[in-house]
């Protein structure tokens, strides 16, 4: 049995670079989620798909954010031009059909030099 | 607008003491789910219990025990028994039902510290 799983763990990269982060969801979860999480707060969402369609983003989602789920299954979520408050744990989640709890990866902890 | 808050930033107790975490939301909506998660050290969230707003039963599972009130809009969870393995921070989380997203807004989380 596999749960949620992201990569990488962690991601360490200069300020101006691009980053790219992989989440793979439960198998057959059709919901997935995006979310950020700053030290000594609770995450905060960033973006959703149903399948393959992104349904809805959050304002703290900037152009610089995008995110693409492009056959329903994993989900990439790519920053352009980091800044340094980009740094933070990306989290992912997903959620079975029908249901609403949704069930976490172990997130990607970027750090922006 | 939704909000949850969690007024206990952290809480530290010895072990086989019982606990109470606090969480207040904030909903215009009538219908919504409440959550519970848990964050260890490693860092995951692991779903503890989703409680829907027509439920006010409360709901005991092994040392854990969860106290929803819609008129004090409180969803209050007890550790019973504390372990060391029970520290962890603690998120309470509010959903709102229909539309197409049912995200997940969270509180800043309850720290909780279990010393042998």
């Known amino acids: 049995d596999t749960g949620v799983s992201q990569n990488p763990r962690h991601k360490i990269t200069k300020r101006g670079q691009n980053v790219t982060f992989r989440c793979d969801p439960i198998?057959?979860?059709?919901?997935l989620y995006w979310y950020r999480q700053t030290l000594g707060q609770g995450p905060e969402f960033l973006t959703y798909?149903?399948?393959?369609?992104?349904?809805?983003k959050s304002r703290l989602l900037s152009d610089r954010f995008s995110a693409e789920r492009p056959k329903g299954s994993f989900s990439t979520l790519e920053i352009q031009r980091t800044e340094q408050g980009d740094s933070a744990m990306y989290l992912c989640?997903?959620?079975?059909?029908?249901?609403?709890?949704?069930?976490f990866g172990p997130g990607t902890r970027l750090t922006v030099l | 607008a939704q909000k949850v808050t969690q007024a206990q930033t952290e809480i530290s107790v010895v072990e086989k003491e019982d606990v109470t975490l606090d969480c207040v939301y904030e909903?215009?909506?009538?219908?919504?789910?409440l959550f519970w998660y848990k964050q260890p050290p490693s860092g995951e969230l692991v779903f503890l219990i989703r409680?829907?707003?027509?439920?006010?039963q409360n709901e005991i599972s092994g040392r854990y025990s969860w106290n929803f009130q819609k008129s004090t809009s409180s969803f209050n969870f007890t550790i019973t028994a504390s372990q060391v393995v029970d520290s962890a921070v603690y998120f309470c989380?509010?959903?709102?039902?229909?539309?197409?997203?049912?995200?997940?807004?969270f509180g800043k989380g309850t720290k909780l510290s279990v010393k042998p």
């Open positions: 989640a997903s959620s079975p059909p029908g249901e609403n709890e949704q069930f």
């Open positions: 198998s057959e979860h059709n919901r």
């Open positions: 798909f149903q399948n393959e369609a992104q349904l809805e």
């Open positions: 909903t215009r909506d009538t219908t919504y789910y």
């Open positions: 409680r829907n707003s027509f439920d006010e």
């Open positions: 989380a509010l959903s709102i039902y229909g539309g197409s997203q049912g995200n997940l807004i």
